[in-house]
């Protein structure tokens, strides 16, 4: 068990349609990750935020937006969804030393989306 | 941006033996990363290496930090039937870059 939860487990859903993602990071980790896994194209960084404040972002769609709360818990919020959005969505978390350089994260055992 | 290749892209191991894996880099990284994924669950940190020529163990699992920082491999000694998953190599500067990972599955 990494300490890092997210919800819910599986989502299936319709074309067009809008979701949210949940991540409760470890206890004590500031920064939060987000990365998508499909068949094809491995694990793709999606966006990261450290202590509320976005801090990087990598190949996220427009349609996706993501935000971190006071409590550091994040959401990741897929809209106007694709049948190529269908992934596993990874939510991770690390310590972060000033700056989040430590490249140490841990993984939350994943969100699988399928949209139909 | 980054573009890590890591390889093989598969391999099947017998209990005993000794597996590697490598992966290369167009960029320099500052932090190698080695990761294990196993199915239904999040990748699982196994080494991280912090120092280019580096060389880092965690039990039967070994792995180096290129000298150029462009690449890095991982050893595995004497496998056992759950060493089988993915593994994924992985560099960080501002962002964790991934590999494509590498399938290990016992040979029948």
Known sequence: DSGVTQTPKHLITATGQR?????????????????QQSLD????????????????KGN?????SAQQFPDLHSELNLSSLELGDSALYFCAS??????GRTGELFFGEGSRLTVL | GQQLNQSPQSMFIQEGEDVS?????????????????????????LIA??????????GRLTAQFGITRKDSFLNISASIPSDVGIYFCAGFDYKLSFGAGTTVTVRA
């Open chain 1, 19 to 35: 979701v949210t993602l949940r991540c409760s990071p470890r206890s004590g980790d500031l920064s939060v990750y987000w990365y």
């Open chain 1, 41 to 56: 194209q491995g694990l793709q960084f999606l966006i990261q935020y450290y202590n509320g404040e976005e801090r990087a």
């Open chain 1, 60 to 64: 996220i769609l427009e349609r996706f």
């Open chain 1, 94 to 99: 690390s310590v972060a030393t000033s700056g």
């Open chain 2, 21 to 45: 894996m490598n992966c290369t880099s167009s960029s320099i990284f500052n932090t190698w990363l080695w990761y294990k994924q196993d199915p239904g669950e999040g990748p699982v940190l």
């Open chain 2, 49 to 58: 290496l912090y120092k280019a020529g580096e060389l880092t163990s965690n």
